[in-house]
């Protein structure tokens, strides 16, 4: 079945950095789009990052542009998340998700995701 495991979450302080993974198996890695959601307490989830399959497009929201690096290694069925300048508001559970659509809109919406893992907490204390 298909599994997606993150991990690299953990505390750090403001500023500071963190990388993110998420391997993934029972799926053909190379045919999925990959993405980062965020989950604050009481808040919805949130789009972070999407990387489309070859060609790997990506796209960010508003609140990470130009901090954060989404990036993909087809060998390793793997997708990162590189995390700078991290701030208190970044606090959250991150999750990864797997999409089996290569689609150029639309792509901030959960419900657009066939598959989940289960998150990495993320806290930065300022």
């Known amino acids: 079945q298909v599994q997606l495991v993150e991990s690299g979450g953990g505390l750090v302080q403001a500023g500071g950095s963190l990388r993110l993974s998420c391997a993934a198996s029972g799926l053909t890695f190379s045919n999925y789009a990959m993405a980062w959601f965020r989950q604050a307490p009481g808040k919805e989830r949130e789009f972070v990052a999407r990387?489309?399959?070859?060609?790997?497009?990506?796209y960010y929201g508003d609140s990470v542009k130009g901090r954060f690096t989404i990036s993909r290694d087809n060998a390793k069925n793997t997708v990162y998340l590189q995390m700078n300048s991290l701030k208190p508001e970044d606090t959250a559970v991150y999750y990864c998700a797997a999409d089996r659509r290569q689609i150029w809109a639309g792509y901030a919406v959960t419900s657009e995701y066939d598959y989940w893992g289960q998150g990495t907490q993320v806290t930065v204390s300022s």
């Open positions: 990387i489309n399959r070859n060609p790997g497009n990506t």
